[in-house]
C-alpha cells in the first residue's frame, strides 16, 4: 500500500489529511490502525467511531494488542463510545493479561457499558459535594480549589462527562459567590518559604504539592480565568538566548557562524528581536491573535523589541485599508510596534542577494508553467544545470520587462523536507506596487523572502506556525548560501477556532451572499468583528495564554473565547438595567407625587468604583417572561398569587389584574407594590425600567451548525449550506436613563441578561447594542 493510499484510509476516520500525514509517520500508531480498519465497517459503525479507533491506537499497549479485534469490536457496537470507557477498557485488560480469556460481564462493568449519567445526577453530586466545601468557598471565593469537587463527584459518577462536571462546578459556584471581583483576578500573593518542621510538616507539604498539581491541571488546562497571563506565558518557553542560536536544535554551524553572531550582537546589544509579518490582503483575524501575542508578548517579556512587517510582495491583492486596519488591531491588542517596515523595503537587496545565487550556481531561470510545479511530485526541471551566464542575463530580461508572465521563474536550488524540490524565489507580475510604483516587474515570493528580511533586521527569534516546520532547512541554507546572519525559526501550533471560517476568500463569500454584512461582522472571528461585538482585547490576550504555545494543531470551541470574556467582563463593565423583551407594568396604589430615584453602584460588590440613578415611577416595564399567568413548576417570578421582589428598589409588587388584547395576550399587569420590609418575602427579586429610553439590540447567535463547516465530510454540500439562519435576532428594548450618552464600543452587564457594547451604528436618535456574550455558557447550543 501506497503512502498515499494509507493516508486516504487514515482520512476514513475522520481526521484532516495534515492529521492523517503525520499520523503515517509513526509506524506503530498507523499499523495499528490499519488493522483496526480491517475490524470496523466506518459506515455502519455509530459516529465518532474513527475518532475512538485512533485513541485507542494512540494508548493501547504492546502487551494487550492481541485483544485489539475484541476493542473494536466493542466500539463498532458502540459499547466503548467515549475516550474515558476506551481508556477503562485498556486499564481492565492490563490489570488481566494474564488471564486466558477476557470475562465479558466484568469487562463492560469495568468499563461502564450501558450507564448513563443525566444532568439531574451531576447536579445533585456537585451540590452534595459543594456543601462539604461551603465555608470554605465563602472565605476563599475564586482561589478555592474546585479540583477537589470535581474529583469527588467524578469518584462518585465514574462515567459522567467531564465537561458537564465541570460546567455544573462553574455555575454552582457562580450562584454562591457572584461575578469575580478584582481582587478574585488579581495575582495570588508569593507565600514565605516555612522552616523545616518535623513529620507534619512533611505531610503537609506533600498534600499541598497534590492540591497544586489539582489546581493547575484543571484551571489552567480546562479554563481560561485560570490562566497565567502572556508575559508569564513568555518567559517560560524554552527558547536560546540572543546570539546563542547554535545551540538550537537543527540549526546549521557554518565557518563563519561566530563571527556573523558576534556582529549580530553588536548591532542588537544583546536584546531579543521578533517580528510579525503578515500580508496587507486581508483583515485579521482570531488566529493571528495568538501570533500577536506570541511575537510581541516575546520580545516584551524578554525586555526586547518587535517589528511590524508587512509582507507586500503580492502587489495585486493588497490594499491600503489592510495596512490601517492590521496596525489598528495590533495596537488594540495593547502592542506598539517598535518598527513599522515592509518586505518592499528591502527589494534592491533581495535582488542583489538573488544575483549573488545564480553566480554561486544556487538558482537559475527556469521555464516550467506553474501548473507544471505544483504538488509533491513535479518533474525536474530541464534546465536546472542551465549555464551560470545564461541564467544572470534571463534574470536580468526578467527584471527589465522583456519576458512575459508566467514565462520564467527564479528557482532556488533546495528540496524541501516535504519533498519540494527547488521552490520558486521570483515571478514575474505586470502590476505596480503600492510603494514601489512600476519600478519593478518581478517579485520575490515567501518562500525567497522571509529569511532575508528576519536577517536583515537581525531578527532573533523568527516565531511562526507549524506548517512551515517544513520550510526551516531551506530559511537556514538561504542564509547559509548568502553567508549572512541567520536567525533562529521556532514553530507553534495554530489556533483554530471551531463553528467558524477565517479564509479571506469565504468570508468574501460570506459577504456577498448576504449571510453577513462585513469583514466586522460580530457574527465572524476576525478582530474587527470581535471588537465590534464588544470583546475585550484583554480578554483575547487571556484567551491566548490560555492555550499555551505548543507544536500541536488543534481547534478549539467559541466558549472558550466567552469564558475569558466574562472573566474581563465581570470586573470591568457596569451594571444596568435593560428589558428586552418589554410588558408593561402599573402601579395601581403609587402614592408618589413624581418618580423616586435611587442610587445603584455600578459594581454592586465595590460600590466605591461609582453608581448611576435609577427612576422608579408608577408605571414600569418588565421582561414578559418574568410574568406567567398559568406558571409551570418551580417557577419563582411574578404570577397572579406570586409576588417578586423589585431589584435595586424598596418595593415588592403582587398582581391585581391582567389585561389582554383582542387575541388574548397579556398586554399590562396592574399591580399593588408593598415595602420590602413589610411585605411577604419574595422567591425572587427581578429587574425593572421606569421613564426607559429605547434602544436597539442585536441578539446574535453561532454561524455554522457544524464545528468544521469547511470539512466536506462533514458539510458535503459546502460551508455555505451550514449557515443557520436564527443567527441574527434585532428587539426593541426599553432601557435605563443612565445608558444615554455612553459612547462607541462601551460595554455594560445588562443585568440578569448578558454583557452588551455599543455598536459603531448609534448615531444622536438610536443607541444600538450587540450582545458580547451571555451571563452564562448555553451548554444546549
Same mark, same amino acid.
Not at 59 to 70: D, G, V, W
Not at 762 to 777: H, Q
Given at each position: 500500500m501506497t503512502p498515499e493510499e494509507i493516508v486516504e484510509k487514515l482520512k476514513l476516520l475522520g481526521l484532516s489529511e495534515q492529521k492523517a500525514k503525520e499520523t503515517l509517520k509513526n509506524v506503530n500508531v498507523t499499523k495499528i490502525l490499519l488493522a483496526a480498519l480491517n475490524e470496523v465497517d466506518l459506515q455502519k459503525a455509530p459516529s465518532g467511531a474513527g475518532i475512538l479507533l485512533?485513541?485507542?491506537?494512540?494508548?493501547?499497549?504492546?502487551?494487550?494488542?492481541?485483544?485489539? !479485534?475484541? #476493542?473494536?469490536k466493542n466500539i463498532a457496537e458502540g459499547k466503548l463510545d467515549s475516550t474515558l470507557r476506551v481508556d477503562a477498557a485498556i486499564e481492565y485488560l492490563l490489570n488481566t493479561v494474564n488471564e486466558s480469556s477476557v470475562d465479558v460481564g466484568k469487562f463492560e462493568e469495568a468499563c461502564g457499558v450501558g450507564v448513563s449519567i443525566t444532568p439531574e445526577q451531576i447536579e445533585q453530586a456537585v451540590e452534595k459535594h459543594m456543601a462539604q466545601y461551603k465555608q470554605e468557598l465563602i472565605d476563599k471565593r475564586y482561589r478555592f480549589n474546585s479540583g477537589i469537587v470535581m474529583q469527588a463527584v467524578r469518584a462518585e459518577l465514574k462515567w459522567a462527562d467531564g465537561k458537564a462536571i465541570k460546567s455544573e462546578v462553574e455555575i454552582q459556584i457562580l450562584d454562591l459567590l457572584g461575578p469575580k471581583t478584582e481582587a478574585d483576578l488579581a495575582p495570588v500573593p508569593k507565600t514565605e518559604k516555612k522552616t523545616k518542621g518535623g513529620e507534619g510538616a512533611k505531610k503537609s507539604k506533600k498534600e499541598n504539592q497534590h492540591d497544586n498539581k489539582v489546581s493547575e491541571k484543571i484551571e489552567l488546562s480546562e479554563s481560561t480565568g485560570g490562566a497565567i497571563s502572556m508575559m508569564d506565558l513568555m518567559k517560560k518557553l524554552p527558547f536560546h538566548a540572543p546570539g546563542e542560536n547554535y545551540k538550537s536544535d537543527g540549526y546549521v554551524v557554518t565557518p563563519n557562524?561566530? @563571527?556573523?553572531?558576534?556582529?549580530?550582537?553588536?548591532i542588537t546589544r544583546g536584546k531579543v528581536r521578533t517580528r510579525f509579518p503578515p500580508e496587507p490582503n486581508g483583515i485579521l483575524h482570531i488566529g493571528h491573535a495568538k501570533a500577536i501575542n506570541i511575537n510581541f508578548g516575546y520580545a516584551a517579556a524578554h525586555d526586547g523589541v518587535c517589528f511590524l512587517r508587512y509582507d507586500d510582495t503580492n502587489p495585486e491583492k493588497e490594499e491600503e485599508k489592510f495596512f490601517i486596519g492590521i496596525k489598528d488591531m495590533v495596537e488594540w491588542l495593547g502592542y506598539k510596534p517598535y518598527k513599522i517596515t515592509h518586505s518592499s523595503d528591502y527589494f534592491d537587496q533581495l535582488y542583489e542577494w538573488a544575483v549573488q545565487l545564480i553566480k554561486k550556481d544556487n538558482a537559475y531561470v527556469c521555464h516550467q508553467k506553474s501548473e507544471e510545479i505544483k504538488g509533491f511530485n513535479p518533474p525536474p526541471s530541464p534546465w536546472r544545470n542551465r549555464p551560470i551566464e545564461e541564467s544572470l542575463q534571463l534574470f536580468e530580461d526578467m527584471k527589465n520587462g522583456k519576458i512575459d508572465e508566467g514565462d520564467a521563474t527564479l528557482r532556488m536550488k533546495i528540496t524541501l523536507e516535504e519533498g519540494k524540490q527547488d521552490p520558486v524565489a521570483y515571478r514575474i507580475k505586470f502590476i505596480p506596487h503600492h510603494r514601489t510604483g512600476s519600478k519593478w516587474c518581478i517579485y520575490p515570493t515567501y518562500d525567497y523572502t522571509h529569511c532575508l528580511c528576519d536577517s536583515i533586521e537581525h531578527i532573533t527569534h523568527s516565531l511562526c506556525t507549524k506548517e512551515f516546520q517544513s520550510r526551516r532547512s531551506s530559511y537556514y541554507w538561504l542564509c547559509n548560501a548568502l553567508d549572512i546572519y541567520c536567525p533562529v525559526q521556532w514553530e507553534y501550533g495554530r489556533l483554530n477556532v471551531n463553528y467558524t471560517v477565517v479564509s479571506k476568500r469565504k468570508i468574501a463569500k460570506l459577504i456577498d451572499e448576504g449571510v453577513v454584512n462585513d469583514w466586522d461582522d460580530p457574527r465572524l472571528y476576525t478582530l474587527t468583528a470581535l471588537r465590534r461585538r464588544g470583546v475585550p482585547a484583554a480578554a483575547v490576550n487571556s484567551f491566548c495564554a490560555a492555550l499555551g504555545v505548543t507544536g500541536a494543531v488543534g481547534a478549539v470551541d467559541p466558549v472558550m473565547l466567552d469564558a475569558a470574556v466574562r472573566d474581563v467582563l465581570n470586573v470591568t463593565a457596569p451594571r444596568t438595567m435593560v428589558v428586552l423583551e418589554p410588558l408593561k407594568i402599573t402601579i395601581t396604589n403609587y402614592s408618589g407625587n413624581g418618580p423616586i430615584v435611587y442610587t445603584v453602584p455600578d459594581f454592586p460588590t465595590e460600590p466605591e468604583r461609582g453608581s448611576h440613578k435609577v427612576v422608579f415611577n408608577k408605571v414600569l416595564y418588565i421582561e414578559y417572561s418574568d410574568f406567567k399567568e398559568q406558571p409551570e413548576k418551580g417557577y419563582r417570578r411574578l404570577t397572579p398569587t406570586q409576588c417578586v421582589g423589585l431589584r435595586h428598589s424598596d418595593f415588592v409588587i403582587k398582581v391585581s389584574k391582567v389585561i389582554k388584547d383582542e387575541s388574548g395576550k397579556v398586554i399590562e399587569v396592574e399591580c399593588e407594590a408593598e415595602n420590602v420590609t413589610s411585605a411577604e418575602k419574595p422567591k425572587a427579586f427581578i429587574h425593572w425600567v421606569a421613564d426607559p429610553i429605547a434602544i436597539e439590540a442585536r441578539l446574535y447567535e453561532p454561524l455554522f451548525k457544524h464545528k468544521n463547516p469547511e470539512d466536506t465530510s462533514e458539510v458535503p454540500a459546502g460551508f455555505l449550506s451550514d449557515c443557520r439562519e436564527d443567527t441574527l435576532k434585532v428587539v426593541t428594548a426599553l432601557a435605563d436613563q443612565s445608558l444615554a450618552g455612553a459612547r462607541v464600543y462601551d460595554n455594560f452587564q445588562f443585568e440578569r441578561i448578558g454583557f452588551f457594547s455599543i455598536d459603531p451604528d448609534?448615531?444622536?436618535?438610536?443607541?444600538?447594542?450587540? @450582545?458580547?456574550? !451571555? #451571563?452564562?455558557?448555553d451548554t444546549g447550543k
Open positions: 485512533y485513541h485507542l491506537a494512540t494508548k493501547i499497549k504492546p502487551q494487550i494488542t492481541e485483544n485489539l !479485534s475484541f #476493542l473494536c557562524t561566530k @563571527r556573523l553572531l558576534e556582529e549580530h550582537l553588536k448609534t448615531t444622536t436618535d438610536k443607541m444600538v447594542f450587540n @450582545r458580547t456574550v !451571555s #451571563l452564562k455558557e
